[in-house]
């Protein structure tokens, strides 16, 4: 009897334990992910900042037409179709501030859409 009235407690503690756990580890499990949206001429947000070694996923929306991203120093390249997310996953492993262009033109402002990511340590 006594037991019985016990095992829902410690499952319930055990419930608790686990969801304390949660916010310790997803960083090692699954990489960060970062909605980024394109509409002409414009990144939106326009700039990223990342940790050197960390994974990242950038999910990247077209609102308008098609786009790319490109960062040549980072060796990205991908191309953004409208009402098609692009995921684009990465692991930054230099530090520094790199910029990324539309690499699908777009348009009179395609050559001042960017996207700029900073790395740091
Ligand atoms: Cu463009």
Same mark, same amino acid.
């Given at each position: 009897?006594?037991?019985?009235?016990?095992?829902?407690?410690?499952?319930?503690?055990?419930?608790?334990?686990?969801?304390?756990?949660?916010?310790?580890?997803?960083? +090692?499990?699954?990489?960060?992910?970062? +909605?980024?949206?394109?509409?002409?001429?414009?990144?939106?947000?326009?700039?990223?900042?990342?940790?050197?070694?960390?994974?990242?996923?950038?999910?990247?929306?077209?609102?308008?037409?098609?786009?790319?991203?490109?960062?040549?120093?980072?060796?990205? +390249?991908?191309?953004?179709?409208?009402?098609?997310?692009? +995921?684009?996953?990465?692991?930054?492993?230099?530090?520094?501030?790199?910029?990324?262009?539309?690499?699908?033109?777009?348009?009179?402002?395609?050559?001042?859409?960017?996207?700029?990511?900073?790395?740091?340590?």
């Amino acid at each position: 009897m006594k037991l019985k009235s016990a095992l829902p407690t410690v499952f319930l503690a055990m419930l608790a334990a686990s969801q304390l756990l949660v916010p310790v580890t997803p960083a +090692e499990l699954a990489p960060r992910r970062i +909605e980024v949206t394109a509409k002409r001429f414009q990144f939106t947000p326009a700039e990223i900042t990342l940790k050197k070694g960390e994974p990242v996923v950038l999910v990247l929306s077209s609102m308008d037409t098609t786009h790319g991203l490109q960062v040549k120093e980072l060796g990205l +390249e991908t191309k953004i179709h409208k009402g098609q997310p692009t +995921e684009l996953a990465f692991t930054p492993d230099k530090t520094g501030t790199f910029v990324g262009h539309c690499s699908v033109f777009c348009g009179s402002g395609h050559g001042s859409m960017t996207l700029t990511l900073h790395i740091v340590e």
